[in-house]
């Protein structure tokens, strides 16, 4: 199975700091990777499919970029509505499709 | 509007069995590729299972594979998970999950609300 492994697990920011979350693959994935948005109590939501392609309605302060073993998601200026956790998916192969452990954005 | 609405979470004794379902409206459910996916407390997303558009593909993750079957009803527009041999490591929130593509599998676009199976006695 393909492992995910994001970094950092948890960390703080503040409004409109730009924050960089990293995800990596066990081995080559191309772009066949998803990143999600989950806050406490609620489902996840798809922001980027594709590595790359913004969800439709989702804001454009998010971004992905990345290809192979090592994936980013980028937020441009942290607004309050973005504290939350992110979770990273590969879909290259399965099964498994599998997901990374999560990253916890607090506040700082 | 896309819903997507779980049901048969309850409490059940180790070695139990239970049956999720997933009610599916506002989209073509016959279309798509359909995912389970679990969340235990506290704790990160786990993938289940996934079923092609038709049923005839179903894949499963190692820890439930042959204790669990996924299945759907395209005429009802309904996902199952039919959940045997439930062990205290099922524990978990259970979401159905929508694929974002038509044939094959990437993102799931869409989530349900989660439906809770704790495995206990």
């Known amino acids: 199975a393909i492992r995910m492994t994001q970094s950092p697990s948890s960390f703080s920011a503040s409004t409109g700091d730009r924050v960089t979350i990293t995800c990596r693959a066990s081995?080559?994935?191309?772009?066949?990777l998803a990143w999600y948005q989950q806050k406490p109590g609620k489902a996840p939501k798809l922001l980027i499919y594709?590595?790359?392609t913004l969800q439709s309605g989702v804001p454009s302060r998010f971004s992905g970029s990345g290809s192979g073993t090592d994936f980013t998601l980028t937020i441009s200026c942290l607004q309050s509505e973005d504290f939350a956790t992110y979770y990273c998916q590969q879909y290259y192969s399965y099964p498994p499709l599998t997901f990374g452990g999560g990253t916890k954005v607090e506040i700082k | 509007e896309v819903q997507l609405v779980e049901s048969g979470g309850v409490v059940v004794q180790p070695g139990g069995s239970l049956r999720l379902s997933c009610a599916a409206s506002g989209f073509t459910f016959d279309d798509y590729t359909m995912h389970w996916v679990r969340q235990a407390p506290g704790k990160g997303l786990e993938w289940v299972s996934l079923i092609s558009w038709d049923g005839g593909s179903t894949y499963y993750a190692d820890s439930v594979k042959g204790r669990f079957t996924i299945s759907r009803d395209n005429s009802k527009n309904s996902l199952y998970l039919q959940m045997n041999s439930l062990r205290t490591e099922d524990t978990a929130l259970y979401y159905c999950?929508?694929?974002?593509?038509?044939?094959?599998?990437?993102?799931?676009?869409?989530w349900g609300q989660g439906t809770l199976v704790t495995v206990s006695s």
């Open positions: 594709a590595a790359s």
């Open positions: 081995q080559g994935i191309s772009s066949y």
């Open positions: 999950a929508k694929d974002l593509k038509i044939i094959g599998v990437a993102g799931l676009d869409y």
